[in-house]
């Protein structure tokens, strides 16, 4: 027997000693098991030392990845949580981009925006400058950008107008023009929809 069905066999009855303690239920429609309380799960995470829960929050992260076999964006808001639970701060920004790229496709803005927020606020808590003026810019740019978009169909229009700002006076290299034309095409659908034409088609043709 390997190393690995014995440690699969030690999981199995694990899972089997707490179904039958009532501490945790298999769930009928998927291959998973939950809580029997959110209590219990609360009690028995916070028990857990924090650097421990960190890296088990890794290796969940790190098992769904190779599960995924790189078609994550199912799972992309799951990768988020662990890895931003487990301090892998790049991994959950990239995967909350994934998270609100998709949201923003199935036109679920609310989560869209949550998902974009989290990544931006990931940026600036851990101050990460290449993000803010270095080799990263890019995908900061793009962030701020989706953002602004979705903040715009849900008629937050100052936040919207915000990210854009931001967009507009980083975006100053040829290889963040694609960002620069984006943001300016947010602001002249803003300005379009608020009955500010002069405004919207004077931005539009400096987008062109």
């Known amino acids: 027997m390997t190393a690995c069905q014995k440690e699969e066999m030690s999981l199995t009855d694990a899972l089997e000693r707490l179904r039958r303690a009532q501490v945790i239920r298999e769930e009928v ?3 998973t098991y939950s809580f029997t309380h ?11 030392p924090l650097e421990m829960r960190r890296g088990l929050h890794r290796q969940v992260g790190e098992a769904i990845e190779r599960l995924c076999a790189g078609r994550t964006d199912p799972m992309a808001e799951v990768l988020a949580h662990h890895f931003s639970e487990g301090k892998e701060v790049e991994k959950a920004i990239l995967y909350l ?4 790229d998709r949201a923003a496709e199935l036109y ?41 978009y979705v903040l715009r169909l849900a008629g937050r229009r100052e936040e919207a107008c915000k990210n854009a700002d931001l967009v507009l006076k980083l975006a100053v290299t040829r290889d ?7 943001a300016m095409t947010i602001m002249s ?20």
Request: net charge positive; glycine share 6%.
């Open 29 to 31: 429609s998927k291959p």
């Open 38 to 48: 959110p209590m219990l799960q609360e009690v028995l995470y916070e028990d857990i």
């Open 97 to 100: 981009k994934e998270a609100g």
């Open 108 to 148: 679920a803005i609310s989560s869209a925006i949550a998902s974009y927020e989290k990544a931006l606020r990931l940026i600036q808590v851990h101050r990460l400058t290449p993000y803010t003026q270095g080799d990263r810019l890019p995908v900061y740019l793009d962030l701020l950008c989706n953002c602004a």
């Open 176 to 182: 963040t023009a694609c960002q620069r034309a984006k």
């Open 189 to 208: 659908n803003i300005y379009w929809h608020h009955g500010e034409g002069d405004k919207a088609i004077g931005v539009a043709r400096k987008a062109q």
